[in-house]
Nanobody
Framework: QVQLVESGGGLVQAGGSLRLSCAASGRTFSNYAMGWFRQAPGKEREFVAGIKWTTGTTRYADSVKGRFTISRDNAKNTVYLQMNSLKPEDTAVYYC???????????????????WGQGTQVTVSS
């Protein structure tokens, strides 16, 4: 059974930084795509960034390009989301997710991901 555990959320002022971590366990993830999604109150869950374990290929939502960086540590089975220049509109619960289909490309749709973490709250004050 795949388990994803997020950490690193918190309260930060606008312009600040946070780094989220997603520790993955339970399976070999070499052909997986990993994604970070977020959901603000009253809004749909949206794609933030994704990465392929094997190749390190990344994809970002336009709203975070240039500010957020996704990376992975294969030895630790951990995916990171470095968030810089945070804005109040980045406030949301952030979720780590795994797409086990071995996709050729990173799909920015929640329905394509079959494993999810419990989420971590990120709050950016103005």
């Amino acid at each position: 059974q795949v388990q994803l555990v997020e950490s690193g959320g918190g309260l930060v002022q606008a312009g600040g930084s946070l780094r989220l971590s997603c520790a993955a366990s339970g399976r070999t993830f070499s052909n997986y795509a990993m994604g970070w999604f977020r959901q603000a109150p009253g809004k749909e869950r949206e794609f933030v960034a994704g990465i392929k374990w094997t190749t390190g290929t990344t994809r970002y939502a336009d709203s975070v390009k240039g500010r957020f960086t996704i990376s992975r540590d294969n030895a630790k089975n951990t995916v990171y989301l470095q968030m810089n220049s945070l804005k109040p509109e980045d406030t949301a619960v952030y979720y780590c997710a795994a797409d086990s289909r071995g996709p050729l490309v990173i799909i920015p749709l929640p329905a394509m991901y079959d494993y999810w973490g419990q989420g971590t709250q990120v709050t950016v004050s103005s």
